[in-house]
C-alpha cells in the first residue's frame, strides 16, 4: 500500500473516530437547561424604524431629566457633552470640515434607534435595566438635548418612528444588495 493511502487511510480512521466521540459526548454531557418561550421573549427586543417591536410606555422629556440625571449623567455628564470621547450624546455635525462628531443629533438616522440602543444597552453599568416608561423617557430627554424634540412632546410608540433625525438622509440603503 502506497503511502498516501496510509496517510488517507489513518485520517479518514481518525476524523471517523473524533466525530464518533463528538457526537456521543455531546449527548451525555446533560448541561443547562431548554429555554422557554418567556424566557426567549425577554431577547426579542428590537425596535424598529418603521415602529414595529415598540412596547407599550410614553415619556416626556420633562420626565426624563430625572432618569438621565440618576441613571445617565455619571458617563455622558449633565448635559450629554460626555465624560470622555465616547460617551458624547450632544452636539457634533456630519458636515465638518474635520474629523465629524458622531452623536445621537448629528449621526444616529432613526429615533427608533436610539430607543432601541437604550432600551437593550443602557445604562452601561446595567444593560435592560430601564423600564419602558424610562426608556421612552430618557430617549425624549436625550433627543431634547439635541434640539430633536420639545420638552413636553410625548413619546411613544405611535409618536417616535414618525421623528424626524437630522442625519435621516445621511445613510445609503444597501440592504437590497443583501
Not at 428590537?46 to 412596547?55: E, K, N, S
Request: proline letters at 5%.
Amino acid at each position: 500500500m502506497s503511502t498516501l493511502k496510509k496517510y488517507l487511510m489513518m485520517a479518514t480512521i481518525a476524523s471517523t473516530a473524533y466525530l464518533h466521540l463528538t457526537v456521543n459526548s455531546q449527548e451525555s454531557v446533560g448541561l443547562g437547561t431548554p429555554v422557554t418561550e418567556d424566557q426567549l421573549s425577554e431577547f426579542d427586543l428590537i425596535a424598529g424604524p418603521d415602529g414595529d417591536g415598540f412596547p407599550a410606555g410614553s415619556g416626556t422629556a420633562r420626565q426624563g431629566k430625572a432618569v438621565y440625571d440618576a441613571r445617565c449623567a455619571a458617563c455622558h455628564a449633565l448635559t450629554g457633552e460626555g465624560v470622555s470621547g465616547n460617551t458624547i450624546i450632544v452636539g457634533g455635525d456630519m458636515n465638518s470640515e474635520g474629523t465629524p462628531l458622531r452623536t445621537v443629533g448629528s449621526y444616529w438616522p432613526y429615533a427608533s434607534t436610539v430607543f432601541d440602543f437604550v432600551r437593550r444597552a443602557m445604562p452601561a453599568d446595567a444593560p435592560k435595566s430601564l423600564s419602558n416608561e424610562e426608556v421612552y423617557q430618557v430617549v425624549a430627554y436625550v433627543l431634547y438635548l439635541n434640539g430633536i424634540v420639545g420638552e413636553d412632546e410625548v413619546l411613544n410608540a405611535e409618536t417616535l418612528p414618525n421623528i424626524e433625525m437630522p442625519n435621516a438622509d445621511g445613510f445609503i440603503d444597501q440592504s437590497h444588495l443583501l
